[in-house]
């Protein structure tokens, strides 16, 4: 798949180097934007105040299918008028949008591998995008699970705040796994 990472981060780059050891084609931009047409799907991977200036820097960005990792933290909020910044990103990119990766600690994006069962990683978004966030998801080393429509971003988006509370609680970073019980 051909992917772009808008972002160099520990998100987005540490997302990159899995999707790369996995085979994919990825293009990591940073604040100098670039052009993103030729690309099956999208990754925002930048600080919330830096979302905007983000997608304004890149060309190519109508209908493409992004994925939203970006949190609100620190008293962060959506842009104005959206309950959720991937509501936004679908407002200005028109395509296929999903908020997900954004309840992974980037910190363990290295140790996944080693898991002893594979990790979730939760997502909420349009139904053209099931397919991608699986398939990155699983080439990650993670197991999607979905939360709902696009709607549910704005849910997704409080619960990193709750999981970065966990780990500043004590536990430090962490991985989840959401399963039925026979997967246990």
Known sequence: MNI??????????????????AGHQVTR???????????????????????????SSVVGLEGRTVL??????GGA??????SSTAEYVKSVTGGPTAKAFSTNFASLFGRIADARA????????DDEVED????????????AVRLGDLGMAATQEGLAGVMFAIAQSGLGPFV?????????
């Open 77 to 82: 909020r959506p842009p104005a008028g959206f």
């Open 68 to 73: 939203d990792a970006t949190n609100l933290y």
């Open 29 to 55: 931009l940073g604040r100098g934007g670039g052009d993103v047409g030729a690309s099956e799907a999208v990754l925002l991977a930048v600080p919330q105040n830096a979302v905007e200036a983000a997608l």
């Open 118 to 125: 594979r990790p979730s990683n939760l997502w909420a978004g």
């Open 4 to 21: 772009t990472v808008l972002g160099r981060g520990d998100v987005g780059g540490g997302l990159a180097d899995l999707w790369e050891r």
């Open 176 to 184: 989840y796994r959401a399963a039925p019980p026979e997967q246990l």
């Open 132 to 143: 991608v966030v699986s398939r990155l998801s699983l080439d990650a080393g993670y197991e």
